[in-house]
């Protein structure tokens, strides 16, 4: 697929892909910077890079935009295993929100699911066909047992769900359902930083 540029709006001291200079501006939009592999270049530059987007460094985990196809429906194949996100943005005293926020930027928003506005049914449904799945359940224990429930209801092979990580936001994810998604507890530490690290090397 090609790149999305979207025009302005730049981090700060960001670096042109073609000439390695500075680009972008905080006084007007300038400049142009790729959706999908955040790649930032100058206006000028634009048209001496590459047209292919390689989707950046969470390419493994993506959704390509392209794959979906219509409402509701994704076509194989997909260059990796997409990741799977579950978040409940009622658990975590605020950060929640944040982590939403945060995996709809560093993934396809298709992909990124809130478990306080629908639950894990339609998500679920949708990449059941698409295995091997990753899921990464981002909330406390209710949310993790809502997911797993769900999952034995749609009868899904657990051989095509590899939890990838089950976090906590507030108390700690209890050892029962540790033990049950098969990960280590996770300590009270800051969630936030600690899932962008991981979710960026995936
Ligand atoms: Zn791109
Ligand atoms: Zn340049």
């Known amino acids: 697929m090609h790149h999305q540029w979207l025009e302005g709006n730049l981090p700060v001291s960001s670096k042109c892909v073609v000439c390695d200079k500075t680009c972008g501006s905080v006084l007007r939009l300038q400049d142009w910077r790729c959706l999908w592999c955040r790649a930032t270049v100058h206006t000028t530059c634009r048209s001496s890079y590459v047209t292919h987007c390689s989707l950046g460094p969470t390419r493994h985990a993506t959704v390509p935009p392209i794959r979906i196809v219509a409402d509701d429906v994704i076509e194989p194949p997909l260059p990796g295993s997409p990741l799977i996100v579950f ?98 507890t996770p300590k009270k530490t800051r969630p936030f930083f600690h899932f962008r690290r991981e979710a960026t090397s995936i």
Not at 166 to 179: F, H, L, N, Q, T
Request: overall charge positive.
């Open 87 to 184: 978040v409940n943005s009622k658990s975590g005293d605020g950060h929640g929100d944040r982590f939403l926020r945060r995996f709809k930027q560093i993934l396809n928003p298709a992909q990124v699911f809130d478990l306080a506005a629908g639950g894990p049914t339609h998500g679920l449904r949708l990449y059941r066909g698409l295995a091997p799945l990753r899921l990464l359940i981002c909330g406390g224990d209710g949310s993790v047992g809502w997911v797993l429930r769900e999952i034995d209801n749609l009868q899904l092979k657990v051989s095509t769900i590899i939890p990838c990580l089950s976090s906590v936001m507030v108390d700690g994810i209890k050892e029962p359902v540790a033990r049950s998604v098969n990960v280590d």
